[in-house]
């Protein structure tokens, strides 16, 4: 398939396509970080899978300055008033449509490779699952015996990574190298990419980047490797502060949290280091999303990027009854929470379907919503006490439709 690349970048392009690859552990690669078009191709390699069919159609969607739906999460931030991430693409690389599209060096490989990197991790964390977290295995089964409904929570137990030395071959034009999870930290094989990298001499034009649940220090080896790239951003996902952290990143514990960020920010790599925060805005938190921002603000030094759940739909702030969407507006200082807060409803049933795991998972973890998210439960104590048949038989929609 031959792409004619416009002169012109069209006004509704994303250059993601042409610049970047996620591969993940089900074999599944996605043009971006927001898993936009995951494409399963197990048995093709990297190169293949970079001049695939499905992400060229996709490309030429982006050409004829198309909405594609596959990136419907991009166009619903957007009308939000949100800075897209293909918005901030465009700001982050702003010389990519000249340089690397329309002289067509993107055939080369990407610019930027994002590994979800394995289903290995310490947390089981309430807006995650079993694809991203090996430890929801017994409580997934749990579930599953129990309500008859087995969410995200049951799909891949054993834990699996992505081979990542599988990609050298598509590195000619790597210069950001980014790590996700699982937990990026106690991923077992990136230590063979990034070595091969120091050895063949690209690792000084390389940026590093992960995202961490903020509960395991990088061991001595990874941080030898770390020493030999360009520069390194560590940024640590806090979506609550004290009892809220752990009721939401469970079993984790917020001392933890604290010295690890410690040890983070006294490493001394002899790059430019960069230790800053993010956080996830769901349901559960969007009361008290203020007090993590500015936390965040006081222990990082700038305030953290924002992410808003989309995925499972039924923590996704958008599926909040409209009756207290006001109530919940005035605890907001965020704009963009407001604004995606303000978002239709999509799914009338998402909001009882979030009770009920929330309800499921306080049982199973001896966990209270209740005393812990005090705001909001007295924002929608209705809905929420009238909520008791926890039991379903079978899901009202399959929320994560995984191939085991």
């Not at 690209?202 to 030999?228: C, F, G, H, M, V």
């Amino acid at each position: 398939m031959t792409l004619k690349i416009p002169k012109e970048i069209p006004s509704n392009f994303c250059i993601a396509p042409f610049i970047s690859t996620r591969p993940d552990v089900r074999h599944q690669n996605s043009p971006c970080a927001y898993g936009a078009l995951d494409i399963k191709q197990p048995q093709l390699d990297a190169k293949k899978k970079w001049h695939s069919q499905e992400l060229n159609n996709l490309r030429q969607q982006f050409i004829n300055n198309e909405q594609p739906e596959a990136c419907n999460r991009c166009w619903f931030e957007e009308a939000a008033g949100k800075n897209s991430l293909r918005q901030r693409l465009l700001q982050y690389q702003p010389n990519a449509y000249q340089d690397l599209i329309i002289t067509g060096r993107w055939h080369d490989g990407p610019l930027s490779i994002t590994f979800k990197s394995s289903n290995v991790c310490n947390l089981a964390c309430r807006s995650c699952g079993a694809h991203d977290s090996n430890q929801f295995d017994k409580e997934g089964a749990t579930y599953l015996k129990e309500y008859n409904n087995r969410g995200q929570y049951i799909a891949i137990n054993k834990p699996e990574h992505v081979n990542m030395i599988d990609y050298v071959t598509i590195c000619d034009n790597l210069r950001h190298l980014e790590f996700f999870g699982g937990e990026p930290l106690l991923n077992i094989t990136q230590f063979e990419l990034l070595e091969h990298l120091v050895e063949s001499g690209r690792s000084k034009d390389i940026t590093l980047y992960y995202n961490t649940n903020a509960t395991n220090t990088p061991t001595e080896r990874l941080q030898q490797a770390w020493k030999e790239f360009k520069s390194i951003e560590i940024s640590c996902s806090i979506d609550g502060i004290k009892d809220k952290f752990e009721y939401l990143r469970w079993p984790g514990k917020w001392s933890t949290l604290e010295s690890t960020v410690d040890n983070l920010q006294n490493m001394n790599l002899g790059i430019p280091t960069r230790i800053v925060g993010n956080m996830t805005t769901s349901i559960t938190n969007v009361c008290d999303t203020t007090e993590i921002y500015e936390w965040q603000k006081e222990r990082f030094g700038e305030y953290p990027y924002n992410s808003m759940v989309d995925m499972p739909s039924y923590m996704s702030i958008k599926n909040i009854p409209d009756e207290y969407k006001n109530q919940i507006s005035s605890h907001l200082s965020m704009s963009e929470v407001r604004q995606y807060l303000d978002i239709d409803v999509q799914y009338p049933n998402a909001f009882r379907e979030w009770i009920k795991w929330m309800k499921r998972m306080d049982k199973y973890r001896e966990q209270n919503f209740k005393t812990t998210f005090p705001k909001l439960y007295d924002i929608i104590k209705k809905d929420w006490d009238s909520v008791t048949d926890l039991v379903d038989p079978k899901p009202e929609f399959d929320i994560f439709k995984i191939d085991i």
